[in-house]
């Protein structure tokens, strides 16, 4: 949906599911992405390409663990930016550690990241969002359980699933929607960098693995980013707080597939 005064906001742009979301919202006809992450190189090329195509963009390099200086600085740019229709948190972690290894440390990154960061992100950028504004929040599956070793991680999602739901209570009288996406299993330049490295699988485990899903592919970042379009477009203007479930895997039910047995 074209329009030369949108402005967007995605955290986690610069690979990913974040650039996923960026380049669709750039292709639907937004005309300022505001693109923030902490991989300054990555995050540039990224903008760099964008803003060659039509797009004015900003690189915000910047630790959403740090609140003061997110706070200041997307203070700073959302008040020169001018009414900002859409603010995507799709910055995260999956760092490991469950019950038995997980130290105070991690444990607190994780959640900064993955909990506290977007809450101060919507915090800081809803005042300046008109009515009609979109939030959307990049939730996870394992909001609902995970594997032991993603104790930490699952139990973050599970936080950002209610603070969606409070968040969209607190400004759904000023016309803005919040909604989150649970994410089933995504390949990511990320995700393939951990599934290769530290669980040691080979180099094609994304084919070998999503051949044997039930819709025959993993999610790729471009699935989310799709969805994500439909929530910050009028088709979806009479809804908010829904946490929807963008897998696969149906949350709560046993597989009878013989095939996984």
């Given at each position: 949906?074209?329009?030369?005064?949108?402005?967007?906001?995605?955290?986690?742009?610069?690979?990913?599911?974040?650039?996923?979301i960026?380049?669709?919202?750039?292709a639907?006809?937004?005309?300022?992405?505001?693109?923030?992450?902490?991989?300054?190189?990555?995050?540039?090329?990224?903008?760099?390409?964008?803003d060659?195509?039509?797009?004015?963009?900003?690189?915000?390099?910047?630790?959403?663990?740090?609140?003061?200086?997110?706070?200041?600085?997307?203070?700073?740019?959302?008040?020169?930016?001018?009414?900002?229709?859409?603010?995507v948190?799709?910055?995260?972690?999956?760092?490991?550690?469950?019950?038995?290894?997980?130290?105070?440390?991690?444990?607190?990154?994780?959640?900064?990241?993955?909990?506290?960061?977007?809450?101060f992100?919507?915090?800081?950028?809803?005042?300046?969002?008109?009515?009609?504004?979109?939030?959307?929040?990049?939730?996870?599956?394992?909001?609902?359980?995970?594997?032991?070793?993603?104790?930490?991680?699952?139990?973050?999602?599970?936080?950002?699933?209610?603070?969606?739901?409070?968040?969209?209570?607190?400004?759904?009288?000023?016309g803005?929607?919040?909604?989150?996406?649970?994410?089933?299993?995504?390949?990511?330049?990320?995700?393939?960098?951990?599934?290769?490295?530290?669980?040691?699988?080979?180099?094609?485990?994304?084919?070998?693995?999503?051949?044997?899903?039930?819709?025959?592919?993993?999610?790729?970042?471009?699935?989310?980013?799709?969805?994500?379009?439909?929530?910050?477009?009028?088709?979806?203007?009479?809804?908010?707080g829904?946490?929807?479930?963008?897998?696969?895997?149906?949350?709560?039910?046993?597989?009878?597939?013989?095939?996984?047995?």
């Amino acid at each position: 949906m074209a329009n030369a005064t949108r402005t967007a906001i995605i955290t986690g742009a610069a690979q990913g599911v974040g650039e996923a979301i960026a380049r669709r919202l750039a292709a639907d006809g937004f005309s300022r992405l505001l693109l923030i992450d902490r991989q300054e190189s990555l995050l540039r090329q990224v903008a760099a390409d964008l803003d060659g195509n039509g797009v004015a963009t900003q690189a915000i390099s910047l630790d959403l663990t740090d609140v003061n200086t997110l706070r200041d600085v997307v203070s700073d740019v959302v008040k020169a930016a001018g009414d900002v229709h859409v603010l995507v948190n799709a910055a995260g972690t999956t760092a490991r550690g469950g019950l038995d290894d997980i130290d105070p440390e991690t444990f607190d990154s994780i959640f900064a990241i993955n909990v506290r960061a977007p809450l101060f992100m919507m915090q800081t950028v809803a005042p300046h969002m008109p009515r009609g504004g979109t939030v959307v929040n990049i939730c996870s599956m394992l909001a609902y359980g995970g594997p032991p070793f993603l104790l930490a991680y699952s139990s973050s999602k599970a936080a950002l699933a209610a603070l969606t739901k409070g968040a969209a209570n607190s400004v759904k009288w000023d016309g803005i929607r919040v909604f989150g996406i649970n994410l089933g299993w995504t390949w990511t330049p990320a995700e393939q960098i951990v599934q290769t490295q530290l669980h040691g699988l080979p180099e094609n485990w994304r084919e070998e693995i999503g051949a044997k899903q039930p819709f025959g592919r993993l999610l790729m970042p471009e699935d989310p980013a799709a969805l994500t379009s439909f929530l910050v477009s009028p088709e979806a203007s009479m809804m908010t707080g829904a946490i929807i479930d963008l897998d696969q895997h149906v949350a709560g039910t046993v597989d009878d597939n013989p095939g996984n047995s």
